[in-house]
């Protein structure tokens, strides 16, 4: 069974720190690529980072850059110098391309930012 | 920037209705998707759709769910009779690649 598992249900920072959301993941596929949505209160899916699981280099998106640990299944966001815009509901997701495509999701990490 | 829409934004339906959630993709993607996320839990994959055709569904996508791309821009996802188990934000995604997928505002369907 494919799984992403993400440890930590909330999470809390203070504004301008850093913070590191978790998440594991399990498949079997070789083809795959790992994700962070953001979901703010309006419940909008809002693509964040993406990582190829063939790449040894961790992606990077502006504040935002990932710790890929692919022999560890590990796959964990980093965001620094926090804002207030952050607080969200975090995703992580592993795309399966030979399984149609599908994204598998984790359980989510709430982050709240504190002025 | 081109963005994936959705309407309505909230459906209210009785159970053993039948609803159609519509998607407006993104105009040059190929792969279409649709989740659910049921309040308060996880996002979960209900079907894949590529070249007119079915490439990968759940085991929640049984037969009382059907998607159709009747034109070259709606994506609909319909729902025969539904229970009240269905309630749900529905979202709809598009992707160019398969590699990378866009999501829609989501349509919060409510069963009474």
């Known amino acids: 069974a494919q799984t992403v598992t993400q440890s930590q249900p909330e999470m809390s920072v203070q504004e301008a720190e850093t913070v590191t959301l978790s998440c594991t993941y399990d498949?079997?596929?070789?083809?795959?690529?790992l994700f962070w949505y953001k979901q703010p209160p309006s419940r909008q899916m809002i693509l964040v980072i993406r990582q190829e699981a063939y790449k040894q280099q961790n992606a990077t998106e502006n504040r935002f850059s990932v710790n890929f640990q692919k022999a560890a299944k590990s796959f964990s966001l980093k965001i620094s110098d926090s804002q207030l815009g952050d607080a969200a509901m975090y995703f992580c997701a592993c795309l399966l391309y030979n399984q149609g495509g599908k994204l598998i999701f984790g359980q989510g990490t709430e982050l709240s930012v504190k002025p | 920037e081109p963005e994936v829409t959705q309407t309505p934004s909230h459906q209210v339906t009785q159970m053993g209705q039948e609803v159609i959630l519509r998607c407006v993709p993104i105009s040059n993607h190929l792969y279409f998707y649709w989740y659910r996320q049921i309040l308060g839990q996880k996002v979960e994959f209900l079907v894949s759709?590529?070249?007119?055709?079915?490439?990968?569904k759940s085991e929640i996508f049984d037969d009382q769910f059907s998607v159709e791309r009747p034109d070259g821009s709606n994506f609909t996802l319909k729902i025969r009779s539904t229970k009240l188990e269905d309630s749900a934000m529905y979202f709809c995604a598009s992707s160019e690649t398969a590699y990378e997928q866009y999501f829609g505002p989501g349509t919060r369907l409510t069963v009474t």
């Open positions: 498949t079997s596929e070789s083809d795959y690529y």
């Open positions: 759709f590529y070249n007119n055709e079915i490439s990968e």
